[in-house]
């Protein structure tokens, strides 16, 4: 089995920039419907079917960056880490879980602006820069962190089940295939399979993060008030979303790390 090539740096950013984008601007439709079920206004009055493009602007801005910060953190730990053989999926863990707060501190702004654009807090027509401007009016800079830490709950146990499950399914399918790396197609199918996992059992995570950012009133005072069943709303769309979305965006990174690792 040949030996894999490490990607530098500024090939994993690129690459990252590059995956995010595509992911979030191909499933955004998915990723509306899903928030409007979580919304605590209900479906129908959060927007229903209509206008699920709405926000797609603050993605466009924050997605590339904040995939970038992931992959290009990910990939910088992961290699340097003196966790090898059965510690592997401890690296992987610690790699991804450091990652996914990087990627945070430039994705969590433009997702409280994506959700409140999908739910039409500011109105049908309110654009993602003028719900921008209302956010810093209202609630100056910390508004745009609203749910950072409901956020990292969230991702740091979805991250830590998906990279190894991930990077797990990679390794079993190079010795079965006896080559390595694989082919983009392949790696998406091991990531359709870790996203899909990971996203399901941290539904109720998503829940919360989803509540935290649409609520306006002081988080201390939030709280779940339609009972348990309300911590899985969504779970179809969101692991419909992320299962294919894991096979794009993790498909797309490899396909295009080891494009420009070959230029």
């Not at 602007?57 to 910088?76: D, K, L, N, Q, R």
């Not at 740091?156 to 399914?169: C, G, K, M």
């Not at 190079?174 to 399901?200: F, M, N, Q, W």
């Not at 109720?204 to 201390?220: A, E, Y």
Request: charged share 15%; net charge positive; hydrophobic share 45%.
């Amino acid at each position: 089995m040949a030996v894999e090539r490490k990607p530098t740096f500024f090939q994993s950013l690129a690459a990252g920039g590059l995956a995010g984008t595509a992911v979030d601007l191909l499933f955004f439709p998915i990723d509306t419907v899903k928030t409007r079920l979580q919304s605590a206004q209900g479906f129908v009055k959060a927007g229903g079917f209509r206008g699920i493009y709405k926000g797609v602007g603050s993605v466009v801005v924050g997605s590339a960056p904040g995939a970038a910060a992931f992959f290009s953190t990910y990939e910088a730990m992961k290699h340097s880490l003196p966790l090898h053989g059965q510690l592997a999926p401890v690296n992987h863990m610690l790699s991804a879980s450091v990652a996914e707060v990087a990627a945070c501190l430039i994705r969590v702004p433009t997702e409280v602006i994506k959700t409140r654009m999908q739910t039409s807090m500011y109105g049908a027509s309110t654009s993602s820069f003028k719900a921008a401007t209302l956010v810093l009016q209202h609630d100056g800079i910390p508004g745009f962190y609203r749910g950072f830490w409901t956020t990292i709950m969230r991702e740091i146990p979805f991250t830590s089940l998906q990279f190894p499950l991930y990077e797990f399914l990679k390794h079993r399918l190079s010795i079965y295939l006896d080559r390595k790396p694989l082919y983009a197609h392949e790696a998406a199918v091991c990531g359709s399979i870790a996203g899909g996992t990971a996203a399901a059992l941290t539904t109720p995570l998503d829940v919360l993060k989803t509540r935290v950012m649409l609520d306006l009133r002081d988080p201390s005072k939030q709280q779940l008030q339609e009972g348990a069943k309300a911590l899985f709303a969504g779970l179809v769309p969101r692991t419909m979303w992320i299962s294919a979305g894991g096979a794009v965006f993790l498909g797309v990174y490899e396909w295009a790390v080891h494009g420009f690792m070959s230029t």
